[in-house]
């Protein structure tokens, strides 16, 4: 029997490649989105993966977005926490909204997803929570106090929760990627990206979302049982913990 799997963010970017993955592993997957109808439909057309849209900055949304989810699906046994946005800006001009758009998406975020399922996976004494935490979450990143708080917290809420799960049967983990080629990293103007940030990374390049994809795939899997509470770093050796 298939397991279900939801990915938060699962239409774009990382998401995308991660739900593409997981259906190509044999998982009965979810993709939820915010707001980017256009994206999300042509993701859903493409793959043949539901899109469900709601905002995980919400608790009662999720709630009810799980809801649906699991009335189309079954109840979900893989939680991938990945939806995460940016909003940079240097400390000093940053605004109150600035930081609590990106605390409330990316890190409460993962409170009001994984709340919902929690008890589910408790009574059926398997789960998997895999959240998709950052580099800059682990360093530290100019411009980005509010992002980089936000990440360092998901590893803070993965290391708790994986004690909380382990007699369970759920593990809890996080992947901090590098930079990724996705829309929100070819944001960066293409100067700075040549010229200050592919310089620093050993491998000499971006990564591919794939290569996060896969990372989540093995977790999920019943090979990774005993791994919980870990975060792999994926960044082409720009930073080790
Ligand atoms: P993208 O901007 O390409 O995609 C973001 C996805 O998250 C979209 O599907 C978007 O939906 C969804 N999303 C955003 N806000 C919400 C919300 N409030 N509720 C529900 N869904 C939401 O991001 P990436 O693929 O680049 O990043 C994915 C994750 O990886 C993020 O957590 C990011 O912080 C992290 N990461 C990315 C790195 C990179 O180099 N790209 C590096 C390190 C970490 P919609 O399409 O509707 O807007």
Known sequence: ????????????????????????????????????????????????????????SNYQACVDGIA???????????LVNNAGITRDAMFHKMTPEQWGEVINTNLTGLFNMTHPVWTGMRDRSFGRVINISS??????????ANYSAAKAGDLGFTKALAQEGAAKGITVN?????????????????????ERIIPQIPVGRLGEPEEIARCVVFLASDDAGFITGSTISANGGQFFV
């Open 174 to 194: 996080a992947i901090c990627p590098g930079y990724i080629g996705t829309e929100m990293v070819r944001a960066i103007p293409e100067k700075v990206l040549n």
């Open 68 to 78: 649906a989810v699991e009335a189309a699906l079954g109840p979900v046994e893989v």
């Open 135 to 144: 580099i800059n979450g682990q360093k530290g990143q100019m411009g980005q």
């Open 1 to 56: 029997m298939s397991r279900v799997a939801l990915v938060t963010g699962g239409t774009r970017g990382i998401g995308a490649a991660i739900s593409i993955a997981l259906k190509n592993a044999g998982y009965k997957v979810a993709a939820n989105f915010a707001g980017n109808e256009e994206k999300a439909k042509a993701f859903e057309d493409e793959t043949g993966i539901p899109v469900f849209k709601w905002d995980v």
